[in-house]
Structures are given as structure tokens and as C-alpha cells.
């Protein structure tokens, strides 16, 4: 029965939505802009702060050690989940077996522990189905070169320390790709083309077919095939996962006789720590409340599908099911077939409608299925379900790809054609990802109208930055290197007269590093709110492509209603490197240090630091600037003799984190000091420390190596340049490229 399934502990908060143990958001005051700024939030938190208790199966104790490396924290084995809990145990991951634990899970205390069920696949499915009953969430794992990664979101998510929600709901236009395979496996070879422009990828659970040994098919897929297919299409995808068990009646296959089967499965991947469960609105409301109250850091997706083609948008029935949708979820999707095209006018009323009258509403999803209802995907703006043409079928009528929408959109003048630039010196390198083709390869795909170009910067004069800015045309830049807000303000008559003499938008995060590295255009009060990312022009000013050359064209300057926003890519770029191994509690209150020439090339990797609240960061070779030491510890190394006091330290004091953006030409004083800290004592000969070099360019000798036989976990200038990308193309043009995506178009595939 429905009330026999255990659910994780989570508590009411005070406006009457249930949350996780979620202690102090770390970026709360990172995220505090300064007066005119914007607000810059890296979505990271403390998260469940309650003791995590591992269990693992036969011979698979390692686990734990991995679980608690990932945390950063130390850990040990314990008999039970009562045997040697004792004060302290916040600190430490503690491992039980599964056969230990079959006897004292059900009775934990629940407010003092989280239990994770850990099964890997390879010994044979399923898991213990009590202990994956009992517990609060199950981790599925291979031993494979994914482990950490997938680890790292799957703890980092269902601990609370990381959500994308916000940023997803945040941005003008959203998108998600609808898997239509019998077997993930057979999408993962392309699956950096089939992501690309895609902010979450929806596994069609009922489209699973599980075969069987006589050779057909499960006529519903177990629960077991499903966790693996969840692990699979996790483990080589950055992207947030929509978990859907579309029933009969709404065009899947999942049988309608007993809802009490949805919400196993339902469940079954909240405990997966899947990011959003697809919830359908005809499931009896004691199911949907149970789930959207026991749903952890998952978000629901509430979801309505009419096929009948009698369904009418200005009717009191389809506000009926708006209104029903939204008591138990965060999103709420509506799609119906149409059979006029004025059917589509009428959704467009009703979702200003329903925005009018319930301000407070979730984010609303709304398309018309069928080729009468296209032009609906290119109005609605929120999480749109969208095909591909290597997609073996499309998951609902009249689906388009990215590309078509954008198609769409740039021919009704909603997309208009921009020139984006990267801006480079003569010295800057363009080793790492080749600019020109990249960009080219990602407006290809996307569909996107727009021209790019690699240019050169001069200081003053007709290649300065402003002049490239200052064209009827600009779509947005990129800077490499970046340069300083001070340098490009100085003397500009064009950047001071922009938002009326207030000078160009700065995010927070430029005004703490000081440093600009992308330039977004941001369009003027006259246009459509929402009609098109705010990265580009608000009307289509379009030019011939023979204009588009090496110098600047001003055709009559930027609109007078454009204005430009200063932000800076790099420190999240460095941010998401960062976390890709290990979850953000594994640098809170730690301490770093910091190498660089000026203080310039460390603010970046400075703020990110800030971001994920770190306790204490020792700087070599440069003087940490006012802005960036604020409400952040910071010491200098003035001597050896306070290098070797920093080294000796024990405990969290002593160094975790060692970053080098010294220049290639350093290599060997830095190779000399990752040996030093090499050595260095921390809190745990269990816990791994973390090296990150931003050099870029050919060296005497590999930092890195040196970093991996010290015990460190090493990465490059390709990992933070990947990731600086991928934002970087997020800001530009308002669309998500994966950075798998990234890393393969420049040479450097991650499987």
C-alpha cells in the first residue's frame, strides 16, 4: 500500500513547503550585488548537514572511502547504525554492511542520520529491495572512470549543496530533449550532439524495453532495468534529468489500472536523486501530495496531456487543470492537440491569462501538439520538449529540433542576426578550443542565425573594444584575455554614456574581480519581454554578410534603447572544475593557496574560492585587492618561514587546495611547491587534496604529473577553459552547450 512505503525525513519549512536539512547558503553573500550591479549566485549551499551513513554490500566496503573523499571527509566502518554513533560523527562518513544494517535501519534516528543504499551493478541487480525500501536514497554505481563524477552529483545534489532550479527558471528560454530509446545506451555515443542546446534531458521510462530471456520484451520495465538506465544516461551527461512514466492515455505505454505503481516508480527516483519527476495531474491527489511532500531536493513537474483534439484553452476546464497542477508542483506543464491554427493565439491568452491572475504561479510550460500547433514551441519559453534527427522516433506530435525553433524564431524577427566576437591581443592563446570553428559548430547546430569572428584588440583607436561594441549589429564578445573594468572604462566616452550616463551593467561578480571577460548585450525596454535571449538585440537589425570583416562596421552605433552588460565567465568556469570530482563541502572552511604574478590573473580563481566558503587562502606572488578580501581570510606569504608554518599545519588549517595561475614559464617553481604541499599534513591521510593549473602553453616541466604522484587530483587549463566555454556560449546567445560538447569539438573527447 501507498502509506507502507518508507520516505526520506524532510522538514516543513515556515512557508509550508517541505525542504532538507539545509543549513547557511555558502554564496549568500557572494550573491549580494552592489547597488546598479546584478546579482551573480553560484547555487551552491551547506546542504543536509546530518551524518551520512554509507552501506555497502559484500567485498564493496571501498565505497565508503570514495564517498567520504568526494565529501571531504574522513571515515570509518561501524557495526550498525546505533553501534558507535557518538558526538563528532558530523565530520566523518560512516559505512555499514548490508547485512548489519537489514537489522537496525528502520529504527536510525532519522534527524541525526541520512542513509545512502550504495549497490554496484556489477555484482547483479536488483539491490536489496528492504534496504532500498528503507532507506533515504540508493546510489547505483559501476566500477568504472565515471565513479567520482557521477558520485559527485548524485551526493551533491541529494545533500542539497548544489540546485539548478533557480538558474534554469531564470533564464529567458529553456529547452529539454525527449529520449525516445528502447535502451539509453543506444543515444550515448552522440550524446554530446544530441544535448547540445538542451538545459535537461527527459528519460521516457515507459519507451524502456527490458528484454527477457525468451527473447521478448517486459511489458513494463523493472525497477531494477530502470536504475541502471538512470545510471547509464547520468554517468555520461551534465545535464539534469526529467524521469517520466507517461501513461496510456497520454500517448505512453504505462498501464493506468493501478496508480499505486506510479508512484513506486516515482519515488524509486527521488531515491535515484533524479532532478525532476514528471507527475502527471490525473494521478489521485493523494499520490501527487505524498510525492511533492517526500520529494527531497527533486523538483516536480506537474503534467497534462490531452490527444482528444476537443480540448479548448479558453475554457473554464483547462484553467480548472491549471489551477489543480499547481498545489503540488514546481513546474506545470499543459499540452493539447489542436486542429485550427488560431487554437494557438487562444494558448498565448491564456498563459498571459494565468500569469496575470496567478503571479505567484510555478514557471508554466504550454505547447499545441501536431504540425498546426509548431509555432507554439517557438512561443513558450519554459523547459520546451524538443527532438532531434538522430532520435530514433519523436516523443509527441509535431516536435521540433533546436534548430527549428530557432529557425522560427529568427524568421518572425525574434532572433534576430548579430555579430558575436571574440576579442583576442596577438599573445593571447587560441590553442585550447578553436574559436572560430567551435562557435561556427555550435550556430550550426543550434540553428542560430548569427556570424562569429576572432578579432584583435587595440588599446584605442578603430579595433579598441568599444568599437567593436559600438555597432548596430553586436550581438556580444568574449575577451581573451580578459581585460580590467578599469582599462576598458578609461578614457571611453562610449562605455560612460551607456544606461544614461551610468556606464555599462556590472554583475557582482565584476565588481569583486574586477575583471571583464564577456560583454552581453542586453536589449532596451521597447522590446517583447522574453522574446529572445537577453543577449541580443530587441528588433532585427539586419546587415549583409559581406559587411562582417576584420574591422569594425558601426552601421550608425549600438540602438540608443541597447545597453551592455559587463561579466565575467572564468571564476565559474574554474567553479565548475572544481566540483566536478568532489561535492562543495569537501572546500568548506578548508584552506587554499593561491600562485600567481598579479593580482589580475588570481581574481578569478580567488572568487571562486570565495564562492564555495573557503576558510583561509595563503596568496604567493601577488597582493589581494580590497574588494576580494572582503568577509574572506586571506594571508600572504611573506617568507619561507611562513610557507613552512602553513605547510606543518594539521587539521582543516592545513592546505586542501593549491592553485598556480602562474605562467607556463614557471612551471618548475611551481612543480617545486606542489612538492612541498605534496607533503603537507591534512586533516585525513584519507582525504585527497586538489591542484589546479591554469597555465596555458608549452613548459619545462608538467605541474600536473607532479600533482598526481604527490597524491594530489589534478586539472588543467583545458578543464577550466571547457567549462569558461560553455558559459561563455550560455551568456552570449541564452542557450546551454554541454561541456562534453566543448571538449570534443576541441579535440579532447571525455569518453
Request: glycine share 8%; hydrophobic share 40%; with cysteine.
Amino acid at each position: 500500500m501507498l502509506t507502507q512505503v518508507p520516505v526520506p525525513v524532510h522538514r516543513p519549512s515556515t512557508t509550508g513547503t517541505v525542504t532538507p536539512n539545509v543549513a547557511m547558503d555558502l554564496d549568500s553573500k557572494a550573491a549580494e550585488s552592489s547597488t546598479g550591479g546584478v546579482k551573480t549566485n553560484s547555487g551552491l549551499q551547506r546542504g543536509d548537514t546530518r551524518t551520512a551513513v554509507i552501506i555497502y554490500g559484500p567485498g564493496q566496503e571501498n565505497v565508503v572511502s570514495t564517498f567520504a573523499d568526494v565529501l571531504g571527509k574522513p571515515f570509518r566502518l561501524a557495526d550498525s547504525f546505533q553501534g558507535g554513533m557518538v558526538g563528532g560523527e558530523l565530520e566523518m562518513v560512516l559505512g555499514v554492511s548490508a547485512e548489519s544494517a537489514r537489522n537496525s535501519v528502520a529504527s536510525r534516528d532519522r534527524d541525526a542520520v541520512i542513509a545512502i543504499n550504495a549497490h554496484n551493478v556489477d555484482l547483479g541487480m536488483p539491490p536489496d529491495t528492504y534496504l532500498s525500501a528503507q532507506c533515504d536514497y540508493e546510489f547505483l554505481y559501476t566500477g568504472t572512470r565515471f565513479l567520482r563524477r557521477d558520485l559527485a552529483r548524485f551526493v551533491s545534489f541529494t545533500l542539497g549543496q548544489i540546485s539548478n532550479y533557480e538558474t534554469l527558471m531564470a533564464k529567458p528560454r529553456t529547452f529539454f530533449i525527449s529520449t525516445t530509446f528502447p535502451d539509453v545506451r543506444a543515444a550515448l555515443p552522440n550524446i554530446e550532439l544530441l544535448t547540445v542546446g538542451c538545459d535537461a534531458v527527459e528519460l521516457r521510462v515507459d519507451l524502456l524495453k527490458e528484454p527477457l530471456g525468451d527473447g521478448t520484451f517486459a511489458q513494463i520495465p523493472s525497477l531494477s532495468y530502470v536504475g541502471e538506465q538512470v545510471m547509464l544516461l547520468r554517468q555520461r551527461t551534465e545535464l539534469p534529468i526529467i524521469y517520466t512514466t507517461r501513461c496510456t492515455r497520454e500517448n505512453g505505454r504505462f498501464p493506468m489500472d493501478d496508480p499505486n505503481l506510479f508512484y513506486e516508480y516515482l519515488y524509486r527516483a527521488i531515491q535515484w536523486g533524479v532532478e525532476y519527476i514528471d507527475v502527471e495531474v490525473w494521478l489521485p491527489e493523494e499520490i501527487r501530495r505524498k510525492l511533492y511532500e517526500n520529494r527531497g531536493n527533486s523538483h516536480i513537474m506537474s503534467a497534462f496531456h490531452d490527444f482528444t483534439g476537443t480540448f479548448k484553452w479558453p475554457s473554464d476546464y483547462a484553467q480548472s487543470v491549471f489551477v489543480e497542477s499547481c498545489k503540488y508542483a514546481h513546474i506545470v506543464k499543459m499540452i493539447a492537440i489542436i486542429n485550427d491554427p488560431n487554437e494557438n493565439f487562444e494558448l498565448e491568452y491564456f498563459r498571459s491569462k494565468i500569469r496575470a491572475e496567478y503571479p505567484t504561479s510555478p514557471p508554466f510550460s504550454a505547447v499545441n501538439m501536431g504540425e498546426t500547433g509548431q509555432i507554439s514551441r517557438a512561443f513558450n519559453k519554459v523547459l520546451t520538449p524538443i527532438t532531434h534527427p538522430l532520435l530514433p522516433i519523436i516523443a509527441a506530435p509535431g516536435q521540433m529540433s533546436a534548430a527549428e525553433i530557432n529557425a522560427a524564431l529568427a524568421s518572425l524577427g525574434q532572433l534576430p542576426k548579430t555579430n558575436i566576437y571574440g576579442i583576442t591581443t596577438s599573445s593571447s592563446s587560441r590553442v585550447q578550443v578553436p574559436h572560430a570553428p567551435f562557435y561556427e559548430k555550435c550556430f550550426n547546430e543550434l540553428g542560430l542565425p548569427h556570424q562569429f569572428a576572432v578579432v584583435e584588440r587595440q588599446t584605442r583607436g578603430p579595433l579598441s573594444v568599444e568599437a567593436w561594441c559600438n555597432q548596430r549589429s553586436f550581438g556580444g564578445a568574449y575577451l581573451n584575455p580578459a581585460a580590467s573594468f578599469t582599462s576598458l572604462m578609461h578614457n571611453s566616452s562610449f562605455f560612460s554614456k551607456l544606461n544614461n550616463g551610468a556606464g555599462p551593467t556590472l554583475t557582482e561578480a565584476v565588481r569583486t574581480i574586477g575583471m571583464v571577460d564577456t560583454i552581453v548585450i542586453q536589449p532596451g525596454p521597447s522590446s517583447s519581454p522574453g522574446s529572445a535571449p537577453p543577449s541580443l538585440p530587441s528588433s532585427p537589425h539586419r546587415r549583409s554578410e559581406s559587411l562582417f570583416g576584420s574591422t569594425p562596421n558601426n552601421g550608425h552605433g549600438l540602438p540608443a534603447t541597447s545597453s551592455l552588460l559587463f561579466d565575467n565567465a572564468s571564476w565559474r568556469g574554474i567553479l565548475s572544475t572544481l566540483t566536478r570530482d568532489l561535492a562543495p563541502s569537501a572546500y568548506f572552511r578548508r584552506t587554499a593557496v593561491v600562485l600567481a604574478s598579479n593580482a589580475d590573473d588570481a581574481a578569478s580563481a580567488m572568487y571562486a574560492l570565495k564562492a564555495l566558503r573557503m576558510g583561509k587562502v595563503y596568496t604567493v606572488g601577488f597582493k589581494t585587492p580590497l574588494a576580494l578580501a572582503n568577509n574572506f581570510e586571506v594571508e600572504p606569504f611573506n617568507s619561507l618561514e611562513s610557507l613552512q608554518r602553513a605547510r606543518a599545519m594539521g587539521g582543516d588549517a592545513g592546505p586542501f587546495v593549491l592553485v598556480s595561475a602562474l605562467g607556463p614559464e614557471k612551471s618548475t617553481l611551481v612543480g617545486m611547491l606542489v612538492r612541498l604541499f605534496g607533503g603537507a599534513k591534512g586533516s585525513s591521510s584519507q582525504i585527497r587534496k586538489v591542484f589546479l593549473d591554469l597555465a596555458d602553453g608549452p613548459r619545462k616541466d608538467d605541474p600536473g604529473a607532479i600533482a598526481e604522484q604527490c597524491g594530489f587530483a589534478a586539472y588543467g587549463v583545458a578543464d577550466t577553459t571547457a567549462f569558461t566555454t560553455a558559459e561563455t556560449v550560455r551568456l552570449l546567445v541564452g542557450q546551454n552547450v554541454p561541456y562534453s560538447f566543448v571538449r570534443l569539438t576541441s579535440g579532447n573527447g571525455m569518453f
